[in-house]
């Protein structure tokens, strides 16, 4: 089955530079890769995501990446703001069904 | 739109007693998924319904089951509760349309087993 791994675990910033997270997976037939961001006590919430037949995506001050050929995917945020603070996670599906997501990245940035 | 609800937000129960969640998914939604998040175990799956039918299951004992009602609708319950029991239950709505993938969560149910 699929396996999504996740770095770093955690990640601290000053405000207005850039952070990236990493993921991994396991099964090239996974083709959705979704990141979430779950702030304390919320749920997680789809902030972007990336299909397989697309290398980039951004919206705003956040992009994803996707290397299908090493099999990992990353989301980059630029001009960190401290209500960028929160746990991010990232997953991996085929066409939608068995998301398996990473461990999580908590991200602080430090005013 | 309204977003996907989950009743109860919180419960306490004892150790062998039975619980059951409830997941309300953005109209028009027809899979819904069942997660639980601990600090140790991230995001796991537990199962996925979709047209009142289970699709796809997680790696989770057999006292942890669900089931989906004709409106979309679905509950999740838990019986003969252990102490690792305690976790937040995510549920969450996706609409099959089209080739949409995008998976909206509801709050969740803080569950804590004493």
């Known amino acids: 089955g699929e396996n999504v791994e996740q770095h770093p675990s955690t990640l601290s910033v000053q405000e207005g530079d850039s952070a990236v997270i990493k993921c991994t997976y396991s099964d090239s037939a996974s083709n959705y890769f979704p990141w979430y961001k779950q702030e304390l006590g919320k749920r997680p919430q789809l902030i972007i995501d990336?299909?397989?037949?697309?290398g980039e995506k951004k919206d705003q001050r956040i992009a994803v990446t996707l290397n299908k050929t090493a099999k990992h995917f990353s989301l980059h945020i630029t001009e960190t703001q401290p209500e960028d603070s929160a746990v991010y996670f990232c997953?991996?599906?085929?066409?939608?069904?068995?998301?398996?997501f990473g461990p999580g990245t908590r991200l602080s940035v430090l005013p | 739109k309204a977003g996907v609800t989950q009743t109860p937000r919180y419960l306490i129960k004892t150790r062998g007693q039975q619980v059951t969640l409830s997941c309300s998914p953005i109209?028009?939604?027809?899979?819904v998924s069942w997660y639980q998040q601990t600090p140790g175990q991230g995001l796991q799956f537990l199962f996925e319904y979709f047209s009142e039918t289970q699709r796809n299951k997680g790696n989770f004992p057999g006292r942890f089951s669900g089931r989906q009602f004709s409106n979309s609708r679905s509950e999740m319950n838990v019986s003969t509760l252990e102490l690792g029991d305690s976790a937040l239950y995510l549920c969450?709505?996706?609409?099959?349309?089209?080739?949409?993938?995008?998976?909206?969560f509801g709050p969740g149910t803080r569950l804590t087993v004493t």
């Open positions: 969450a709505s996706r609409n099959e349309q089209g080739a949409a993938y995008e998976q909206y």
């Open positions: 990336i299909r397989s037949n697309v």
């Open positions: 109209s028009g939604h027809r899979s």
């Open positions: 997953a991996a599906t085929f066409y939608g069904q068995n998301f398996v």
